[in-house]
């Protein structure tokens, strides 16, 4: 069976930030998804997880050609598709170390990043990380994290997995171990996974995944089929949470190239969905842009009775339910 893409990803500045350091990038012409969380003070975080976004975009365009250059070692043991991604990250953390040394406002400016990449020639997905920002799947009603956290409390429980509660509890959550521009060259974790028919990937900063649990996220996106519903629920359960941080989540649906992909709507709600082409972001620098042309499938109808934030309630419910 051949697979192909439904995509959408938003990001919002939560409830407690002047501004936000989070960016991504929908890129259906590689079919390629984008998260990252940027830090540093005077906006450097923006310019940071901007500059990670652009510079992996800039690379996957140049790297169309059968004659492109690979500014780094080429590992035989992995696909073409392995390697372009792997190798974009690393020019992009290249790219932020030197605005970082260059720049004395942006010094000691880094991002964390998270890609997938959707190989439809064989049905697989590979998965580029660095950082706390996240990858779950969700296949057959579970949700899986595919990621793991760079973060000093992962790596103090994943070290000392019998450490009291108490003790985990003293433990700062915001420390991350690994992030693209803090050092000229970086570990980029790899992974690969067989894609199904229906399966739902979910790419999100740590202010989606620290506010909500993963079945929360289970929740809405089995609820909600169109992406960009789903994501506008996450985001809205998230800031209805505390929204204590900058929130971005892309959900991205495998179906049936097949099959025409109409999303079925929510059981009990007054939603209405349409297909829509994804938009490109490629010559996109600034969050406002992107936000600004993503399109609101739901314009046609009535703001108050399809806006997700309705659905938190219900899905409250359904969850004390079980």
């Known amino acids: 069976m051949v697979l192909r893409v439904v995509a959408a990803g938003r990001s919002d500045v939560g409830l ?170 970086v570990l980029v974790d790899l992974l690969a996974d067989a894609a199904r028919e229906d399966d739902i990937y979910v790419l999100c900063s740590d202010g989606l995944s620290g506010m909500i649990s993963d079945d929360e996220i289970l929740d809405v996106v089995t609820l909600h089929e169109d992406p960009e519903v789903a994501c506008r629920a996450l985001i809205a359960m998230a800031n209805d949470h505390g929204g204590e941080d900058n929130i971005t989540a892309v959900v991205i649906r495998l179906v049936d190239a097949e099959k025409e992909f109409v999303p079925r709507r929510a059981a009990g709600s007054m939603e209405e969905t349409r297909q829509v082409a994804l938009p490109d972001f490629n010559d996109l620098t600034t969050e406002q842009a992107r936000n600004d042309l993503l399109v609101d499938i739901r314009d046609d109808f009535d703001v108050c009775a399809t806006d997700p934030a309705i659905r938190v309630a219900e899905l409250k419910s359904s969850r004390s339910k079980k």
């Open 16 to 185: 407690l930030r002047e501004h936000n350091e989070d960016s991504f990038a929908l890129l259906p012409a590689h079919e390629l998804f984008i998260v990252a969380d940027g830090m540093g003070g005077h906006r450097a975080g923006e310019v940071a997880s901007q500059l990670a976004t652009s510079t992996v975009t800039a690379f996957f365009d140049s790297t169309m050609r059968e004659d492109a250059t690979w500014p780094f070692h080429y590992d035989p043991a992995l696909s073409v598709e392995e390697n372009r991604l792997v190798t974009s990250i690393k020019v992009a953390n290249r790219s932020i170390y030197e605005e970082g040394a260059r720049a004395a406002d942006h010094r000691g400016m880094g991002t964390t990043f998270v890609g997938l990449l959707v190989a439809r020639q064989t049905n697989r997905v590979f998965v580029g990380h660095v950082g706390d920002s996240r990858c779950y799947r969700v296949r057959d009603g579970e949700i899986t994290l595919l990621t793991q956290d760079h973060s000093l409390i992962n790596e103090y429980i994943r070290t000392m997995p019998d450490l009291p509660a108490a003790q985990r509890d003293e433990l700062p959550r915001n420390v991350i171990t690994r992030a693209l521009g803090m050092n000229d060259v």
